[in-house]
């Protein structure tokens, strides 16, 4: 019987383990391969542009996408470095797949762009970058982010919806590598956690709020979870680095504050390194400083935002959405010192929770105190957008991946809960009332805590099992 040395050559190579040589090769070729999926995707909105650059348009968006997909292959390369060639090539083919999905949404333009982004980006084109970094555009917006819409306004002649929802789609690498970090803690094998780095890029919260709705929570949280990961494996200064520059992008990073509290509590992070966080936050506000903006501004810039919106809830799948249907404004008069006391009782009913618990704080009981926080506090504070449970959301898929037998359905309650709300708050009509985004979240929440309870009981209950054996 004749054999096929090709045939049998291929498939041993492809089921080795590749060096670092192969690694870079795979990197290279599967980045100029999407770079040409990229560049002639279908882009709508170019065609409001000149005919003749065209071409350079296209190119760019090969060039923008492409960089994208390096950097989320090439996270992917180093952390499955023992897989075999064939995997590999999977990953490739899977993360290719996953951005050129992204990438068909890009035309979609939301009001909040319309009405708020589309002038800032086009008022920072008109004058000089340090001019922009002085001028109160957007000042209801923390200066980081100013500076992302700054850096857009320079790209002249291409779609600027693009480059601001490349920006959410790269901190979704981020994101979903500091996911897939934190349930490395506990998951076991390269592949598994692979997955779950694919599954955080495909959450429909991720999917919606990024490349199609165009917003930015994306980026404080991938910060905070850094944060949080750095925190749990005891990198106490990187941790709170990252808090502070998360801190310097949005106010709702308040809410994984408590988890702090916590990792000092474990030992893992110190308290002189709490110092970081307002220096990491003040050297994020120095080029605006710089261009003339006061320090005043860089430091209440939070509480200018705490005086807009008063409605008692924005479209948040909250514990307000079963109030009487009557004026928002008027509910928000009503239970506004209710609501604040409820979101402030669930904050200090967690702390003390783990400060009486303190000796059973395992990695598994950090992470779901963070999503009880990121859950919870949303759930009762008011003025709520629908947005501000997206921290919940992706956290969710690491908690179930701890124990994905009895947490599975936590990360369906919660998306599930997002997504109706983020109808709601999108053009079109909502596909449920949304009490029924209210009612998943409640369940969420519930199914956390309860999860909580367990993990901090499980120590205890080991320690009576072993006494009675004895």
């Given at each position: 019987?004749?054999?096929?040395?090709v045939?049998d050559?291929?498939?041993?190579?492809?089921?080795?383990?590749?060096?670092k040589l192969?690694?870079?090769?795979?990197?290279?070729?599967?980045?100029?391969?999407?770079?040409?999926?990229?560049?002639?995707?279908?882009?709508?909105?170019?065609?409001?542009?000149?005919?003749?650059?065209?071409?350079?348009?296209?190119?760019l968006?090969?060039?923008?996408?492409?960089?994208?997909?390096a950097?989320?292959?090439?996270?992917?390369?180093?952390a499955?470095?023992?897989?075999?060639?064939?995997?590999?090539?999977?990953?490739?083919?899977?993360?290719?797949?996953?951005?050129l999905?992204?990438?068909?949404?890009?035309?979609?333009?939301?009001?909040?762009?319309?009405?708020?982004?589309?002038?800032?980006i086009?008022?920072?084109?008109?004058?000089?970058?340090?001019?922009?970094?002085?001028?109160?555009?957007?000042?209801?917006?923390?200066?980081?982010?100013?500076?992302?819409?700054?850096?857009?306004?320079?790209?002249?002649?291409?779609?600027?919806?693009?480059?601001?929802?490349?920006?959410?789609?790269?901190?979704?690498?981020?994101?979903?590598?500091?996911?897939?970090?934190?349930?490395?803690?506990?998951?076991?094998?390269?592949?598994?956690?692979?997955?779950?780095?694919?599954?955080?890029?495909?959450?429909?919260?991720?999917?919606?709020?990024?490349?199609?709705?165009?917003?930015?929570?994306?980026?404080?949280?991938?910060?905070?979870?850094?944060?949080?990961?750095?925190?749990?494996?005891?990198?106490?200064?990187?941790?709170?680095?990252?808090?502070?520059?998360?801190?310097s992008?949005k106010?709702?990073?308040?809410?994984?504050?408590?988890?702090?509290?916590?990792?000092?509590?474990?030992?893992?992070?110190?308290?002189?390194?709490?110092?970081?966080i307002?220096?990491a936050?003040?050297?994020?506000?120095?080029?605006?400083?710089?261009?003339?903006?006061?320090?005043h501004?860089?430091?209440?810039?939070?509480?200018?935002?705490?005086?807009?919106?008063?409605?008692?809830?924005?479209?948040?799948?909250?514990?307000?959405?079963?109030?009487?249907?009557?004026?928002?404004?008027?509910?928000?008069?009503?239970?506004?010192?209710?609501?604040?006391?409820?979101?402030?009782?669930?904050?200090?009913?967690?702390?003390?929770?783990?400060?009486?618990?303190?000796?059973?704080l395992?990695?598994?009981?950090?992470?779901?105190?963070?999503?009880?926080?990121?859950?919870?506090?949303?759930?009762?504070?008011?003025?709520?957008?629908?947005?501000?449970?997206?921290?919940?959301?992706?956290?969710?898929?690491?908690?179930?991946?701890?124990?994905p037998?009895?947490r599975?359905?936590?990360?369906?309650?919660f998306?599930?809960?997002?997504?109706?709300?983020?109808?709601?708050?999108?053009p079109?009509a909502?596909?449920?009332?949304?009490?029924?985004a209210?009612?998943?979240?409640?369940?969420?929440?519930?199914?956390?805590?309860?999860?909580?309870?367990?993990?901090?009981?499980?120590?205890?209950?080991m320690?009576?099992?072993?006494?009675?054996?004895?």
């Amino acid at each position: 019987m004749k054999k096929n040395v090709v045939s049998d050559a291929l498939r041993t190579g492809l089921d080795k383990t590749p060096g670092k040589l192969l690694r870079v090769v795979l990197w290279v070729l599967a980045t100029v391969v999407f770079f040409v999926f990229a560049r002639y995707a279908r882009y709508a909105k170019i065609d409001d542009f000149s005919g003749y650059k065209t071409a350079e348009m296209q190119m760019l968006s090969g060039v923008v996408f492409g960089a994208i997909f390096a950097l989320a292959y090439g996270v992917q390369l180093r952390a499955g470095r023992r897989l075999p060639v064939y995997m590999h090539v999977l990953l490739a083919v899977i993360t290719g797949a996953i951005l050129l999905g992204k990438i068909s949404l890009l035309d979609y333009v939301s009001d909040d762009y319309d009405i708020f982004l589309a002038n800032w980006i086009y008022e920072y084109s008109q004058i000089s970058i340090k001019e922009g970094l002085g001028r109160y555009i957007g000042s209801d917006y923390t200066p980081p982010y100013l500076y992302l819409m700054q850096l857009v306004s320079r790209v002249r002649d291409y779609p600027p919806q693009y480059l601001v929802k490349a920006i959410s789609m790269a901190f979704e690498v981020l994101m979903a590598y500091a996911l897939m970090k934190i349930a490395a803690l506990k998951v076991k094998g390269e592949g598994a956690r692979l997955m779950i780095f694919h599954i955080a890029l495909l959450l429909p919260t991720v999917v919606f709020n990024g490349a199609y709705w165009g917003q930015c929570d994306v980026i404080y949280t991938s910060l905070c979870l850094m944060a949080l990961y750095m925190g749990l494996t005891r990198r106490s200064a990187r941790s709170m680095i990252f808090y502070g520059l998360a801190l310097s992008f949005k106010l709702q990073t308040v809410f994984f504050m408590p988890v702090m509290l916590v990792l000092w509590l474990r030992k893992d992070i110190k308290l002189r390194h709490l110092a970081l966080i307002p220096a990491a936050y003040m050297f994020m506000m120095i080029p605006a400083l710089w261009g003339g903006k006061s320090l005043h501004h860089v430091l209440t810039v939070y509480m200018q935002q705490a005086d807009q919106y008063n409605f008692i809830t924005m479209n948040a799948p909250n514990l307000y959405q079963f109030l009487p249907d009557l004026d928002s404004t008027l509910l928000y008069t009503m239970f506004s010192p209710m609501a604040m006391m409820l979101g402030f009782a669930c904050v200090m009913a967690m702390c003390a929770l783990v400060a009486v618990h303190r000796d059973r704080l395992s990695d598994d009981a950090a992470v779901l105190v963070c999503l009880v926080m990121l859950s919870g506090i949303p759930y009762f504070l008011p003025k709520m957008h629908e947005r501000y449970t997206f921290g919940a959301d992706v956290l969710s898929l690491a908690a179930a991946a701890y124990a994905p037998r009895r947490r599975f359905l936590l990360p369906l309650c919660f998306g599930f809960a997002s997504y109706v709300a983020y109808t709601a708050g999108l053009p079109g009509a909502k596909i449920m009332d949304l009490r029924w985004a209210a009612m998943f979240q409640g369940v969420g929440l519930a199914l956390t805590a309860a999860e909580l309870w367990r993990s901090l009981n499980e120590k205890k209950d080991m320690a009576v099992m072993a006494e009675v054996k004895a």
